[in-house]
């Protein structure tokens, strides 16, 4: 299992450090949130998408491994995609800006919440012995749905 970096938000040192550490990352569908977030103009790209299982709006940092590419940074728990939405609203107009990473990062800490309030799953199964479900639809890009 990946070890986490200390410090505001969750820290892995690459893209199968951070689904291996949780399996239900590995299963989940997820959706994009952009694919050009930086903080320069001439600064490294990172992708952004959310993970329904887990509820976690995550960057990757993009670009080789040895400038840190593949570096993971869980932004936020959010834990239906109504949500998200709400909290990410004009992200289309704001990917790709200079400083449109720290605009992203801005608007996830304002979803920041405890993982035991944000995400169903990991809260006591309901009567029947299922969690609640989350509404979403099939893996997509957000630009697209």
Not at 21 to 31: G, P, V
Not at 58 to 65: A, H, K, N
Request: hydrophobic share 35%.
């Amino acid at each position: 299992m990946a070890r986490r970096a200390r410090g505001r938000s969750d820290r892995y040192p690459s893209l199968a450090g951070f689904y291996n550490a949780d399996e239900r990352r590995i299963h989940s569908r997820e959706l994009d949130v952009g694919l050009w977030w930086r903080e320069t103009a001439e600064g490294p790209l990172h992708r952004a998408a959310w993970v329904r299982d887990t509820g976690e709006l995550y960057v990757v940092r993009l670009g080789p491994v040895e400038d840190g590419g593949g570096s993971v940074e869980v932004l936020a728990r959010v834990a239906a995609r109504e949500q998200l939405e709400r909290l990410v609203s004009g992200w289309r107009e704001r990917c790709g800006a200079p400083r449109s990473l720290s605009w992203l990062r801005a608007r996830a800490a304002r979803g920041r919440v405890p993982v035991r309030a944000s995400c169903p799953e990991r809260q006591p199964a309901r009567r029947g012995g299922k969690p609640p479900s989350l509404p979403f639809s099939p893996r997509v890009s957000a630009r697209g749905a």
